[in-house]
Each structure stands twice: as C-alpha cells, then as structure tokens.
C-alpha cells in the first residue's frame, strides 16, 4: 500500500514539519520504500519533486525537507509497489492538464480489474491501478464537462460518484487538487487535523521532533493536514467515515460528501 | 529572450557540467534571471525541477549541480520573460501526455499573433506564447494521429511543418522530447556538438570549470548536447541552419530537415 499527505491553507505554508514525518515512513518507520513525491501549487502553476528511491534515504527528499517552499496546495505520497515495478513512471503523484487547469492527483489503495477502465486520450504512461485510475477520473470529467463547469456542487457530485465507482473496484484512498481545491477522499483510510488559533505544539510520531505553531503563525492562519495515518500526537486528528469525500480550499471545509 | 540546453545520450548521462554552464547564464553572466528548469528522462517517465527564482541563485539548481541525475534525455531552459509575467506556471519546460507518453517542450524566442492559436482540449495554464504554441502543436498531432503513428518519417514531416508555421508568426527555437527521441528546430539560432571517441578535454565558457571526458566516459559513449549558445570553447559546435529540425536518439542524428 501507499501513505498520503496533503495540505489546504488560507496563506502560503510550508509542509516541512508534516513531510519530514511522512519522509521517514518512506523505508524507514513504514514499509513505503518504492518512490516518493510532493507537488506545490503556487497559483495556477505547480511543481512535482519525484524519486523511485526511498524517501527517507533521498537527496531531492532531503532539500525538501530543508528548503522551505511555502504553498496554499500540497499533494504528497509515500509508495509501496503493488501494480507496477519500482520506476519514475510509477511514482506518484500524477499531473494531468484539464480546463486550463493542472490536476494532481495521488492514490493509496489496490484495485482489481482496472484494466478495464475506459481512459479515452489520457492514456497512461506507466502501469500502475493508480494512474489508470486518474486517467479515467479525468476522461470521465472531461466527456461530463467538455468545457469545464462553474458549478462547485456539480463537479464535486459527479466527482463522489466516481470515486464511489472505483471504491467498487477495491480500496481507494485518494488526494485531488487543480490549485483551487483539495479534493479528499476515502473509501477505508484517511485522517485530516485543522490547525488553527489558538496553536499549539504538535510531537512527530515518527522521528523526535516538535515544532510549537504559535511561534511559526499568524492568528489568522488556517492549516488542513491530511494523512493516511495521523502524523502528530495530537488527539484531534479526525477519521474520514467510508467513502467520505471532504473538499478543502483554504484549510477549511467547503463541500462534504457521505 | 531565454536559453536552451538538450541532451541526447546512448547511455545513462549526467548533464551536470552543461548545466553548471547553462545556471550561470540564469541571472549572472546571463540576463536570463526569470526562472529555470529542467527535465530528465528516465525511460517512459520523466521529472522536472522548475523554479521560478534565477538559477545562478536558486536552491534547487544547486541540487541539480551537485547531485548527478542520469538520463537518455534532458530537456532545460533559463527564462527571460516577454510574454507572461515571472511565476511557476510561465517556467519551461512544459509537458503534456499524447499517445501515452509524456511530451516535454521548451522554447526560446518571441511570437505574435499566438492568442489566435487553437489549442482544442489543450488550454494553456499560464500566459506565454510558449506554451500556447506547445498546446497548439499537440492538438495538432492529436488530431492528424488520432492513435498515434508508427511512422516516424511521417511524424516529423508533420512536426517539421508545423514549426516553419510557428515561425511564420517570430522567432521559434525548440527543444521537444518523449523520451524516446529529442527534437531541436531553429528558426534562427540554435548549436550543437557530438561527443564521441576520442574523448578531449572541456572549459566551459560560463565558468571556470574543464571537464576530461575520457576519465569520465567509455569508449562507446556517444553524448551530443544542444544549447541556444556554446557552452564550451570546443571548435566543433555546429550552428543549426534556418528552420533546420534535426532528431536525436543515442546520442546520433536519425533526422534532418531543412
């Protein structure tokens, strides 16, 4: 399986803190040692750093964690291989352009028969459950919307629909984002904490660090992070219900879907 | 305007001492200071490392220089912005997926007339010329291979056409890749230099750095590097004719058009 990590905030925040926790599940704390990712938006554009190697053993993950990259936008992925061999072109996440818009996308779960999956001109380019899926997603959105849609609730339904159709293909836990929105959603495993005034100190479960938030914001800041496993210690991280789908634009819940 | 610098190699290649030469151009021997970037090719899959920050001054350059990435196929660009303000999604290089293989793009030079170009599902993200004239040419091959070809002659006259139109609208230089092959056009200026047996040694112009490849190579190594300028006081940097396209694999030339 996979672990995922993502971020909605209401000012540019830098991910450092949550990432380092996530880097060390990548082949160290977790079995996820086949391939990392991270993608940042700023603004419409968005940047992905990516490795087949082990994230906790990783020189591009380790500028990560040292460089601070402030972003309203985070998709993450830590990746143990089960459709499709160690390589770049299995490594999430996924970026695909649609709308004037670039789509990243992350997957943590296994499907069965998803070969089946109709992804008209998004062909995949490697040979994951995964990117297939994203493919279809994608191509299904664009045959629903051809030139887009300016209706939220619309796109978010069609969108829960079709998550809800992958679900019956297997476990699909999954993070979406186009730079406007993160899109959520859980058929069996995923937590989210927003952080928010008045801030506290947050512990790593899984490396020795602290970071107390009242010295790293300002009152206004709003912070979502969502993760496969909760990454701090703090008691309030929440668990997605099944096939929950949350929508998140600055760091706060916009659409909720069960 | 901006700079470009490609790399077709037989084997696994690091480009670090081209880049070392292409960075400092990026803001400090070179006014190319509105953001970089860079693509690697490791088979069907590819990573891009941009920043919108000048390279000689840019953190994740310095990644670049000094942590070796190996690849069949490098695509990279320094900016100096003309059409479209200084940001993520206005950095080269861009990809799109076609065919299911991912389609890396950077250009340097200016167009006019470039809103009018039909990008069909293709919309640009950001607001430059390049990008629109990127999307424009995928639609255009989406639409005259609907399911791709496997007719390469046919795919670059196709391709070759479609630049001397791009032409007609300013100066179009390109570098576009699918890790199967790297495309150079020039409608005005563009160089390049095959690096074989024997091996020599070389400066760069950018910096003062030598490199003997005969210590850093094996007898069969076949590297040829493309760049706006030569990087290096070698004498056998070839310019590119008027709207010349050449095509690349292993290092060697498998097409020309003029």
Redesign the interface.
Known sequence: MCELLGMSANVPTDIRFSFAGLKQRGGKTGPHKDGWGITFY???????????KPSFDS??AD?IES?PIKSHFVVAHVRQANRGHV?????HPFT???????WTFAHNGQLTGYEQLDCG??????ETDSERAFCWLINQM?HQFPQGTSDNIELFNFIHDACNKLTALGVFNMLLSDGNMLIAYSSKKLHWITRKAPFSTAQLLDEDVAVNFSEETTPSDIVTIIATEPLTSEPNWIKFNPNEMLVFTDGQIIAQYN
């Open positions: 700023e603004d419409k554009g968005c940047r992905t750093f990516k490795d087949p020189k591009i500028l460089y390589c770049l072109q299995n490594t695909l352009p649609l709308w004037g818009r670039n001109l998004w062909q995949p380019i490697g664009q």
